[in-house]
């Protein structure tokens, strides 16, 4: 399975864009060997549905075009004296290619940016123009985009896993504090019943005369 999963991510064409309504292309090769139609690759074109037909033994399946538009060779340039620095494009970058921090101009590292659009719409800015590249340049991105893409996933899930543990270590010790909180009370009232006890014994003593009076009320001042 695993092997069929790699061939398929083979043809695709790395570009990352998530318009085949998944998030890169490792992930629609997964869920092409889950049932998904082959033919979402818009910017792999017809050849590269016609390629994992075969990798499939599958029917050829004609290209999905509502899955478009096509991604031309290109990669993304901000032009920094427009940045905000909000980091949205940090975010949605899929291969981690632009560089900076909040409130810090961004730029983009162009060996790294496959020209996938995503940072283009969450600008607030408009400050992101798209720049036309060779092929040959396109294809070298492309190629180790994939890396990347699997790098910035899994430091995502290492974080995902921090927040979730730091988390649950919170919300136990808000649990714990509540416990001690309660244990705590129960403490305090069952000293506050032992003493209502007592009080309750002695004036049983003065109903049964067994006592003076005034001395139950002292002892009573006493407990």
Do not use: W
Request: overall charge negative; some cysteine.
């Amino acid at each position: 399975m695993s092997n069929l999963i790699e061939l398929i991510n083979a043809e695709l064409p790395q570009f990352q864009c998530g318009r085949c309504e998944t998030p890169g292309c490792r992930p629609y090769a997964e869920e092409i060997i889950n049932g998904s139609p082959h033919n979402r690759c818009v910017p792999g074109g017809q050849e590269t549905a016609d390629k994992i037909s075969k990798i499939l033994n599958a029917n050829k399946l004609l290209l999905d075009h509502d899955y478009g538009p096509e991604i031309k060779p290109q990669v993304a340039y901000i032009v920094e004296e427009d940045c905000i620095g909000c980091t949205k494009c940090i975010d949605a970058c899929p291969v981690d290619a632009i560089n900076g921090a909040a409130n810090l101009m961004h730029n983009v590292i162009n060996d790294l940016c496959t020209g996938c659009e995503l940072c283009i719409d969450p600008c607030p800015v408009d400050c992101i123009e798209l720049i036309e590249v060779s092929e040959e340049q396109s294809l070298k991105i492309r190629k180790d985009s994939d890396h990347f893409f699997q790098l910035k996933n899994e430091l995502l899930q290492r974080k995902n896993k921090k927040t979730k543990l730091n988390k649950s270590i919170s919300e136990n010790l808000d649990i714990a504090n509540t416990i001690n909180q309660k244990l705590s009370n129960r403490n305090l009232d069952k000293e506050k019943l032992i003493k209502k006890l007592q009080a309750e014994m002695l004036d049983s003593q003065r109903v049964e005369k067994h006592m003076n009076a005034s001395d139950i009320e002292e002892l009573k001042k006493q407990l």
